[in-house]
């Protein structure tokens, strides 16, 4: 939870989400709406209640469409939308807010789903618990809230176990105002309600019609919500060529009949509840948190007879659910490595003020071009070209495959400045570092330079012969020697 906060705060941009998602910003101008017109918030668009609110954070996205979520959320954000409306916090700042916020929501929901799954055989718990800390983990980077159903979910799940039917309906009225994809939880309920009515328990009628209500509150909202364009793309139904639709038709009957090999009937109706949910929504990955309620249910409707059998039945169905809804196995790291790389936009690439671009990059052929000052060329091309611990500058990066190693001079007379490629040697050569080759025009050279570069002169005296080293040697210290004058 630490690591999603602290990404979604410090991150670039402040969007407080990974991929640039906005849910978090639009729950937060819902919650602020409904203070202002109550209920009526789901009669509205969005565009309709940013033009007349005076919420001062602006929303700029999904204009046309109404609140799709259940009553819950909007009175979570509601402290949120207080804050960001009564303190002068800035737009930036209040969006990273948004993020951590709903990064804390999804983590509660997370532990409350890791401590059912405690009870499933030792070592297949631990490779459930990692599919759904990766769900959760991208679920909070990408700022959506929909695991924190999972919380009344699992304690409904307990609830059951324990034979407490009438609080398991109380979460399970919890669960529906959290999320819609809560659904999938209907058999449980009325197993819960069938039991409570047997047993006669003082005032079961009251948690019966509680959640009730809440079935039908929630049932209004998305019957609203749905009234105005919603979709980005159809529902699986609607594509039966998708390669997807077999397999959620496969995967759903394959987990029906894993539900009823073990003994639980009611898990079979909450498996084919999750399959016709995948059947009827779009591919979203966040849209998966269903898939983990089998994961999280054993022992609750009924005793599990092979709990082994069902745990890894359970984890390759989880698996193969999940393409469903385009959630891939892989996508976690690659949101990982987006953040760890932080691979910068075409504003961010450009070099900032009053800096040089970045050094060379290679090229194909694993060679650099790059332009040094004139600096270089005064020390005089022999010291240029020994080698390559002269000081350059570099301003100007171009990358080029080439096979000959020569350069190309840019306006020589005006600047003074010399092409250098930076060649790298071949494998196997023993080398220091880059070898700097740097070639000269012959008609671009000064005169200076040219009778600098012009063959030595022969001597017309005679040359002496080669002295051996000890000769050297003492006529070296006998010229440092001082020397005495005559008086």
Not at 206 to 233: E, S
Not at 378 to 395: D, I, N, Q, W
């Amino acid at each position: 939870m630490l690591f999603c906060v602290a990404v979604l705060t410090l991150r670039p941009p402040a969007t407080g989400a990974l991929h640039n998602y906005t849910d978090h910003q639009r729950h937060a101008a819902y919650a602020y709406a409904l203070l202002e017109r109550g209920p009526a918030v789901y009669l509205a668009t969005t565009g309709e209640l940013v033009e007349h609110s005076a919420f001062r954070h602006p929303v700029h996205e999904w204009l046309r469409t109404r609140y799709l979520y259940p009553p819950g959320p909007l009175l979570l954000f509601v402290p949120l939308a207080l804050i960001g409306q009564e303190t002068p916090i800035s737009t930036g700042a209040f969006r990273r807010l948004c993020g951590a916020f709903v990064a804390v929501l999804v983590h509660i929901g997370l532990w409350f789903g890791l401590v059912r799954m405690l009870v499933l055989p030792r070592g297949w718990s631990v490779l459930a618990a990692v599919m759904i800390w990766a769900y959760c983990l991208r679920c909070a980077l990408c700022a959506q809230y929909e695991p924190l159903w999972f919380a009344p979910a699992a304690l409904l799940l307990g609830a059951l176990e324990g034979r407490r039917f009438d609080h398991a309906l109380g979460w399970l009225a919890l669960a529906w105002m959290t999320h819609y994809r809560a659904v999938v939880l209907l058999p449980l309920g009325i197993l819960a309600a069938v039991q409570l009515l047997r047993s006669r328990q003082p005032g079961h009628r009251r948690w019966i019609l509680l959640v009730a209500a809440a079935a039908g509150i929630g049932g209004v909202c998305f019957l609203l919500g749905v009234q105005a364009p919603i979709r980005t793309g159809q529902p699986l139904v609607m594509t039966p060529g998708d390669g997807r639709f077999p397999l959620a038709i496969g995967a759903t009957l394959t987990g029906i009949g894993l539900s009823i090999a073990v003994g639980d009937s009611v898990l079979a109706a909450v498996v084919g509840l999750i399959g016709l949910t995948g059947l009827a929504d779009v591919g979203h990955f966040w849209h998966a948190s269903a898939i983990f309620v089998p994961l999280m249910s054993r022992d609750a409707a009924a005793i599990w007879r092979r709990p082994t059998l069902a745990t890894v039945g359970f984890l390759i169905w989880a698996s193969a659910m999940r393409f469903v809804w385009i959630d891939r196995p892989l996508a976690l790291f690659r949101d990982l490595r987006e953040l760890a790389l932080h691979i910068p936009g075409p504003a961010s690439a450009m070099p900032s003020e009053g800096a040089h671009p970045a050094a060379a990059r290679e090229g194909p052929a694993g060679r650099t071009r790059m332009i040094v000052l004139p600096l270089t060329r005064l020390v005089g091309l022999k010291a240029a070209t020994a080698s390559s611990r002269v000081a350059t500058m570099p301003m100007f990066v171009r990358t080029r495959p080439s096979r000959a190693r020569r350069t190309i001079s840019l306006s020589w007379a005006r600047s003074g400045t010399t092409t250098k490629s930076t060649v790298r040697p071949s494998a196997g050569r023993a080398s220091v570092g880059p070898v700097m080759v740097t070639s000269v025009p012959p008609a671009r050279i000064r005169r200076a330079d040219r009778f600098a570069m012009s063959p030595p002169r022969t001597s017309k005296t005679r040359s002496t012969p080669p002295t051996s080293s000890r000769a050297s040697l003492s006529r070296s210290t006998n010229s440092c020697a001082p020397k005495s004058r005559a008086v």
